[in-house]
């Protein structure tokens, strides 16, 4: 059940944010396990000349950027399996958007399970459960 917000600076095109989020929610599939239905994206578009790194607009150097805040349960993912999900997703930007800037960055933020959820249970609430219907049928 991650979150995903990105941003990038592109001028708005539906079709490019639906190709980001089908291989966004593809890759936090296949590398971090999570299931497809529950993964939300939204994605934010920037146009180019308000994206600014190191005090200029990436208008002026041909590159693009994005930035990525994801969010997951504690403990869910291991630092190896976090690495190779920045690789990969940066890896996807640069087939999607073309050249990008050094400062295109992914934030992964790992959330406590009784401090999120969906459906109106926390992530917490569901191991719980889990675990407990587990116990019953041992």
């Known amino acids: 059940m991650p979150y995903l917000n990105i941003k990038i600076s592109l001028e708005p095109s539906a079709p490019l944010a639906e190709a980001i989020a089908t291989r966004l929610t593809r890759i936090t599939a296949d590398l971090l396990g999570k299931k497809l239905e529950v993964t ?17 607009s990436l ?6 950027s994005f ?19 920045c690789s990969h997703v940066f890896s996807a930007m ?9 400062a295109s960055y992914i934030v992964l933020h790992d959330v406590r399970a009784d401090s999120w959820g969906f459906d109106g249970k926390t992530q917490e609430y569901r191991f719980i459960k889990a675990f407990t219907q587990e116990e019953g049928n041992l």
């Open 94 to 102: 640069q087939e999607l958007l073309g050249p990008l800037d050094q």
């Open 40 to 56: 939300a994206v939204v994605v934010e578009q920037i146009p180019v000349r308000h994206w600014f790194t190191g005090g200029r």
């Open 67 to 85: 930035y990525l805040e994801i969010k997951i349960t504690e403990g869910s993912n291991t630092k190896q399996e976090k690495a190779a999900y």
């Open 59 to 64: 208008a002026s150097s041909g590159r693009h």
